[in-house]
């Protein structure tokens, strides 16, 4: 368990203005992925999420990228798992979203993974955060879209993630994370973040990500109603760019 009441109400007591670093323990070695977190840590990031879209195959890896985060953040922050599948899990983290891809083709990552996962859960003791993701229309080729055959929420219309989301708060859902992909050139459109927003209300997390390279993007996204950016490529590629980004959603 993480601090005294788990990451949820971690989470609770930040409200919102929050970002996360999304590590990929495929992307790097240990050691890199150490040094990124360690650097988000200093420069104000309120969780690490760790999980690739293609690999989580070689648990090793995971476990070490995990113990080796713990190290570097002086188990200060939460490690949030954010698997591709049953596979991705680890007794190391503090929670795991426990999330159904809304709009893949796949009953796999709609249901089956989850419930694969849940026995795993249970027997690793840990915290669930009930999550909907939703993927939405971009450039991106992000893999994850690729695996999970993915159909796309088109970019102009909020009144899909509006009703998406609003099943979501329906199943008793806890969040829900809207966006385009890893490494996309364009983000989740301010408008449909403000929809979705006032659709779920306060007792909700709205969480956004994929293609938020820069502070002013990642500000806008947080005017627009997000609680919570994720970055993810930004921080392998030029990892100082992360206190700009972070700076900005605090302001
Ligand atoms: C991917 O939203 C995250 O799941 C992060 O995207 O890698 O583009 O920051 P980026």
Redesign the pocket.
């Known amino acids: 368990m993480f601090g005294k009441n788990g990451v949820y109400e971690y989470l609770k007591q930040k409200k919102n203005k929050m970002h996360m670093t ?1 590590i990929d323990p495929d992307e790097q070695d240990v050691e890199t992925s150490m040094e990124i977190s360690k650097k988000s840590f200093e420069y104000g990031t309120d969780a690490i999420m760790i999980g690739g879209s293609w690999g989580d195959i070689y648990n090793d890896k995971l476990e070490q990228t995990i113990l080796k985060i713990k190290e570097a953040t002086n188990n200060c922050l939460p490690i949030i798992l954010f698997p591709n599948s049953a596979q991705g899990l680890s007794k190391n983290a503090d929670a795991v979203f426990f999330m159904s891809l809304f709009n893949s083709r796949l009953p796999q990552y709609i249901i089956n993974e989850p419930a694969k996962g849940a026995l795993i859960i249970k027997k690793y003791g840990i915290e669930t955060l009930p999550m909907a993701y939703l993927v939405i229309r971009s450039n991106s080729s992000a893999v994850g879209n690729w695996v999970a055959d993915v159909k796309p929420i088109p970019e102009n219309k909020p009144e899909l993630t509006v009703s998406y989301s609003l099943t979501a708060k329906y199943f008793g859902m806890k969040m829900v994370y809207l ?1 385009t ?4 050139m364009s983000t989740v459109q301010n408008n449909m973040i403000s929809e979705t927003k006032k659709m779920i209300g306060d007792d909700m997390f709205l969480i956004v ?4 390279r820069d502070g002013k993007t990642a500000k806008e996204k947080i005017d627009a109603g997000a609680d919570i950016i ?5 921080a392998e590629k030029n990892c100082d760019k992360l206190e700009e980004i972070i700076r900005m959603i605090k302001q």
């Open positions: 999304l966006e992909g890893s490494g996309a990500g994929g293609g938020i994720v970055t993810g490529t930004i």
